[in-house]
């Protein structure tokens, strides 16, 4: 197999001859590409594609675009993928990649345009307008000047709808104020966005679609590791306390004592709770998909489906929650929800795992308390656990994480704080009482 390469224009282009006949034709098609900006880079991609070709993987050329490719390879990927991932993923493509890059021919895609690609989504790709920030803004302005203005009055002025206005004030008078935030999307996101970027062309590649996949050579941004909020044993106790009234009063003591996922908790049944062992077994989540919950069978790593112990309160605390449940599903009776579920409205529907979350946010800010996100009392429930004195495996094992040693990393801060404890301990052990506490050396 020979190739040539020939210059067109400003560019070079190369060619060779398949060494498989057209079955259509009966004839050796020709391959070529073009817009190579050297006679050099030319060569290099002919030799590469007559390797790929001697294979068996021959890519023909195609005017197929980044946006075409991902709306095919979506379609394809839906039922070997996880919901919660594909939406995410798809809403990813849709909303960052496409409006950027979709333009560009799959073939062309190369790494500096991945590297600008990502570059641009850091600095200034958040596509939504900060607008609870706005209206906090413009509340908070005119509470000051005493003249506190009504939802309808914020949603005119910063261009809301009358229900977002009426949710931020309510958010505003309980005492939650918004951070502002930053135009570009934070270094985490962009690192999905380059999973999902870097998975897509590796089916393009097996697809014989491109030559090669551009993801493979780019790093993603750091992700930085900030050290997480998390509420101290004072704070835990004052949301307690004030959350005890609350319907889901268990709920949120069963979280502060485990850890696990707020998919878990939500989707928590029954059948899984063994209260005379005290025992749950994780396994079932409640998830979100496209803003509508979705039960789900199986965690989110291979440690999260397991068997946990609870403690004696908040057994009791279970058992106290099931009798009144009972109660409630004794009086709608056939019109009570099936399911079967821990956590539930009086009518035995489950609860959307977001409004969980508003909840919370609505008990934290009346107790007074620092905002914490909901996850955020998982990483609570961790460092108390590690400060009371559980091992980091053991620990690391009840919140189902996937990795010890992430754990470990995650959680450095609070084992660095005990290292003067340990170290008292230890030498107490090796030397005792018997060496003298000062020596007489100046």
Same mark, same amino acid.
């Given at each position: 197999?020979?190739g040539?390469?020939?210059?067109?224009?400003?560019?070079w282009?190369?060619?060779?001859?398949?060494?498989?006949r057209?079955?259509?034709?009966?004839?050796?098609p020709?391959?070529?590409k073009?817009?190579?900006?050297?006679?050099?880079?030319?060569?290099?991609?002919?030799?590469d594609a007559m390797?790929?070709?001697?294979?068996?993987?021959v890519?023909?050329?195609?005017t197929?675009?980044?946006?075409?490719?991902?709306?095919?390879?979506?379609?394809a990927?839906?039922?070997?993928?996880?919901?919660?991932?594909w939406?995410?993923?798809?809403?990813?493509?849709?909303?960052?990649?496409?409006?950027?890059?979709g333009?560009?021919k799959l073939?062309?895609?190369?790494e500096?345009?991945?590297?600008?690609?990502?570059?641009?989504?850091l600095?200034e790709?958040r596509?939504k307008q900060d607008r609870?920030?706005?209206?906090?803004?413009?509340?908070?302005?005119?509470?000051?000047?005493?003249?506190t203005?009504?939802?309808?009055?914020? @949603?005119?002025a910063?261009g809301? +709808?009358? %229900?977002a /206005?009426? *949710?931020? &004030?309510?958010?505003?008078?309980?005492?939650? #104020?918004p951070?502002?935030v930053h135009?570009?999307?934070?270094?985490?996101?962009v690192?999905?966005?380059?999973?999902m970027i870097h998975?897509?062309?590796?089916? @393009?590649?097996a697809?014989?679609? +491109?030559s %090669?996949? /551009?993801? *493979?050579? &780019?790093k993603?941004?750091k992700?930085?590791? #900030?050290?997480?909020?998390?509420?101290?044993?004072?704070?835990i106790?004052?949301f307690?306390?004030?959350?005890?009234?609350?319907?889901?009063?268990?709920?949120?003591?069963?979280?502060?004592?485990?850890?696990?996922?707020?998919?878990?908790?939500?989707?928590?049944?029954?059948?899984?709770?063994?209260?005379?062992?005290?025992?749950i077994?994780v396994?079932?989540?409640?998830?979100?998909?496209?803003?509508?919950?979705?039960?789900k069978?199986?965690?989110?790593t291979?440690?999260?489906?397991?068997?946990?112990?609870?403690?004696?309160?908040?057994?009791?605390?279970?058992?106290?929650w099931?009798?009144?449940?009972?109660?409630e599903?004794?009086?709608?009776g056939?019109?009570?929800?099936?399911?079967?579920y821990?956590?539930?409205?009086?009518?035995?529907?489950?609860?959307?795992p977001?409004?969980i979350r508003?909840?919370?946010?609505?008990?934290?800010a009346?107790a007074?308390?620092?905002?914490?996100?909901?996850h955020?009392?998982?990483?609570?429930?961790?460092?108390a656990?590690?400060?009371?004195g559980?091992s980091?495996?053991?620990?690391?094992?009840?919140?189902?994480?996937?990795?010890?040693?992430f754990?470990?990393?995650?959680?450095?801060?609070?084992?660095?704080n005990?290292?003067?404890?340990?170290a008292?301990?230890?030498?107490m052990?090796?030397?005792?009482?018997?060496?003298?506490?000062s020596?007489?050396?100046?």
């Open positions: 197999m020979k040539s390469v020939y210059q067109r224009g400003r560019t282009t190369y060619r060779f001859r398949a060494p498989e057209d079955p259509s034709t009966g004839e050796y020709t391959i070529s073009g817009g190579f900006h050297t006679e050099k880079e030319a060569w290099k991609a002919c030799r390797r790929g070709a001697d294979q068996g993987r890519v023909r050329p195609s197929r675009t980044v946006a075409q490719f991902f709306g095919e390879w979506f379609l990927v839906e039922a070997s993928m996880d919901a919660t991932t939406q995410n993923w798809n809403d990813y493509a849709r909303c960052y990649v496409v409006p950027h890059i333009a560009e073939q062309r895609l190369d500096p345009q991945l590297l600008k690609l990502y570059a641009k989504l600095s790709g596509i609870n920030y706005a209206m906090y803004h413009y509340w908070h302005n005119h509470t000051v000047d005493g003249s203005p009504s939802p309808r009055e914020v @949603a005119k910063c809301t +709808t009358i %229900h /206005a009426r *949710a931020a &004030v309510r958010r505003y008078n309980a005492g939650i #104020a951070k502002q135009p570009g999307l934070a270094p985490k996101t690192r999905n966005i380059h999973a998975r897509a062309l590796v089916d @393009a590649v697809w014989k679609y +491109t %090669h996949n /551009a993801a *493979a050579n &780019v993603p941004p992700r930085s590791r #900030a050290r997480r909020t998390v509420w101290n044993l004072e704070h106790r004052t307690l306390q004030t959350a005890s009234h609350d319907r889901f009063a268990a709920l949120f003591l069963l979280e502060l004592t485990t850890g696990i996922r707020r998919g878990q908790i939500c989707g928590l049944r029954w059948h899984d709770v063994d209260l005379e062992a005290r025992e077994t396994h079932d989540n409640r998830v979100v998909v496209g803003g509508h919950a979705r039960d069978a199986g965690g989110k291979h440690n999260a489906d397991q068997t946990i112990a609870i403690d004696r309160t908040t057994a009791a605390a279970l058992q106290k099931r009798h009144l449940q009972n109660e599903r004794a009086f709608f056939s019109n009570y929800h099936p399911g079967n821990v956590f539930t409205f009086q009518d035995g529907r489950p609860p959307h977001d409004s508003q909840r919370f946010d609505r008990l934290a009346a007074g308390l620092e905002r914490i996100t909901f955020d009392l998982r990483h609570s429930y961790a460092t656990a590690l400060k009371a559980v980091p495996k053991t620990v690391s094992e009840r919140i189902g994480h996937a990795d010890v040693g754990f470990l990393q995650t959680y450095a801060h609070v084992l660095k005990d290292d003067r404890e340990a008292e301990q230890a030498a052990f090796l030397i005792g009482d018997g060496y003298p506490s020596t007489g050396v100046d």
